[in-house]
């Protein structure tokens, strides 16, 4: 394959991750309140707990530790552009949109934490957010099989995936094992992200069919990683037209743990986007089925249109969901 169709492919699979990890990150602002029923059966008290974990986990990029570790957000954001080595250096729509999107997704998460009485104080957000965790673990205690079926529910509510192709499990301590297809650690920053993994999902191969498989230190986790596998398989439809070849380069390009907490932080601004593009009597599933399958170019100007003005993207995307039934 020519270099420049293998980097068109290398940034077709980068906007498509973007919209993966979006997807995910939505998913923990939002699922809880999707089965608020079920999960306040379990304990009154998750619902208010989950929704302080959804916001923890987005705006801890953009405190003291995790700058440490990753630098500022403004800081990377803006030297995409410019900067020859950047990860995202050369992608249009990351290097245009991707500050824009993890800034708008900061202050509606910001917005949010005072309405739901969630610190923004360096020391007592770190203390606020250990105390969550505990607290998530000793409610959750002794309900994870139930709590386990409540995900895949939501997740096959959402996505109109069957409920047995989901498979998810709570844990304590996520522990990588072999078929967990984790790419190797780059630097020290994947380095430290392997090591902290809190949840993680995919695909697999479970005889002649492809399953998700996800798992999770607590529930809200577990329905990410749920929604992200689910996503991935969707996606898998942009792939399978590579060669093995091009495709081990694309994914050695692509798939990378350095690259997940950017798409995280801006990546619920753009999915959020993509939702209010979307007619209402279409599944998103097909929406994003057909974006996996548009050429580099086509997708970049499909999700150009839902950035700027996803009103106006509705006819598109309509377009693009008709055309998989013929």
């Given amino acids: 394959m020519k270099t420049e169709v293998l980097q068109d492919e290398i940034q077709k699979r980068l906007t498509l991750n973007w919209l993966i990890q979006g997807a995910s990150q939505h998913a923990g602002m939002t699922f809880h309140h999707l089965v608020r029923d079920e999960l306040n059966a379990v304990h009154p008290g998750l619902i208010r ?43 249009s729509l990351l290097c245009k949109y991707g500050g824009l999107l993890a800034e708008e997704g900061r202050k509606r998460a910001l917005k949010r934490s005072k309405e739901k009485g969630l610190t923004r104080l360096p020391v007592a957000f770190s203390i606020q957010t250990v ?45 990588i094992i072999p078929g967990d297809h984790l790419p190797m650690a780059q630097g020290l920053q994947s380095t430290i992200m392997r090591a ?42 942009g792939l399978n037209q590579l060669s093995d070849e091009t495709y081990h380069h694309v994914i050695d390009a692509t798939d990378r743990l350095d690259l997940e907490p950017w798409m995280l932080q801006s990546g619920g601004e753009l999915w959020r986007r993509l939702l209010t593009a979307v007619p209402d009597d279409l599944p998103v599933a097909r929406v994003l089925m057909r974006l996996a399958r548009l050429p580099p170019q086509a997708l970049e100007s499909t999700i150009a249109a839902v950035i700027e003005k996803p009103e106006h993207a509705q006819s598109r995307l309509a377009g693009l969901a008709d055309e998989t039934k013929t």
């Fill in 131 to 175: 105390r969550c965790i505990l607290s998530l673990r000793k409610f959750e205690a002794g309900h994870r099989p139930r709590l386990i079926q409540i995900a895949k529910r939501a997740a096959s509510m959402v996505w109109g995936i069957p409920s047995e192709r989901l498979h998810g499990e709570i844990t304590d301590r996520i522990r």
């Fill in 196 to 237: 902290c993994i809190v949840g993680l999902g995919g695909v697999a191969q479970r005889g002649d069919s492809l399953i998700v498989v996800a798992r999770g230190t607590n529930w809200l986790l577990l329905a990410k990683e749920l929604v992200k596998g689910t996503a991935e398989l969707i996606c898998l439809h």
């Fill in 49 to 91: 707990l989950y929704d302080h974990f959804a916001l923890i986990n987005l705006l801890q990029y953009w405190h003291l530790s995790a700058t440490i570790v990753f630098g500022r957000p403004s800081r990377f954001w803006k030297h995409a552009p410019s900067q020859i080595d950047h990860p995202f250096f050369g992608h």
